[in-house]
T-cell receptor
């Protein structure tokens, strides 16, 4: 079945540091890939997505590239801010009638001033 | 404002006492779904609904029921809650018609349930 593996947290960085959160997946066919962010006390919000190989999703300074050859979708940001502190989830959606997302376990990011 | 609203936000109950968590969306979405979030496990799908009166099991449906009598509402029912259902629950919805193939899933703010 489908699965998503993302790097274990927690990750603690200083403001303006470079961020990478690794994500790899296993899926049948050609899934769509997503990063969701969960701020404290809130639901998940879509951060970015990519729907086919070599697509790059980007939003709010975050980027991730759909790499079919390595089945990866790593999240990066060049300079993190304190306000980026949150839990980040990598997810995929395979084809089919259920629009289910398969999530990774989440990575807690804390950015210190 | 477009949103998915869950109630209550926090709920503490005892084993065996039936409860319902409500979910309502104001975006006229056809598709709705329930997930539970547990530490170290991420989010797992409980049930989903493709439209009114159309529901189906997700990955972890045991101990839960749902109904979809109206398009905007998708309540989650625990007929006889047990401690292993202590979790953070999220309702989500999305559009499925027209050009919405890659429409995002919109999540509510969650319901933290504790069963003692």
């Amino acid at each position: 079945g489908d699965s998503v593996t993302q790097m274990e947290g927690p990750v603690t960085l200083s403001e303006e540091a470079f961020l990478t959160i690794n994500c790899t997946y296993t899926a049948t066919g050609y899934p769509s890939l997503f990063w969701y962010v969960q701020y404290p006390g809130e639901g998940l919000q879509l951060l970015l997505k990519a729907t086919k190989a070599d697509d790059k999703g980007s939003n709010k300074g975050f980027e991730a590239t759909y790499r079919k050859e390595t089945t990866s979708f790593h999240l990066e940001k060049g300079s993190v801010q304190v306000s980026d502190s949150a839990v980040y989830f990598c997810a995929l959606r395979s084809g089919g009638s259920n629009y289910k997302l398969t999530f990774g376990k989440g990575t807690l990011l804390t950015v210190n001033p | 404002e477009a949103q998915v609203t869950q109630n209550p936000r926090y709920l503490i109950t005892v084993t065996g006492k039936k409860l319902t968590v409500t979910c309502s969306q104001n975006m006229n979405h056809e598709y709705m779904s329930w997930y539970r979030q547990d530490p170290g496990l991420g989010l797992r799908q409980i049930y989903y609904s493709m439209n009114v009166e159309v529901t189906d099991k997700g990955d972890v449906p045991e101990g839960y029921k749902v109904s979809r009598k109206e398009k905007r509402n998708f309540p989650l029912i625990l007929e006889s809650p047990s401690p292993n259902q202590t979790s953070l629950y999220f309702c989500a919805s999305r559009s499925v018609g027209g050009n919405s193939y890659n429409s995002p899933l919109h999540f509510g703010n969650g319901t933290r349930l504790t069963v003692t």
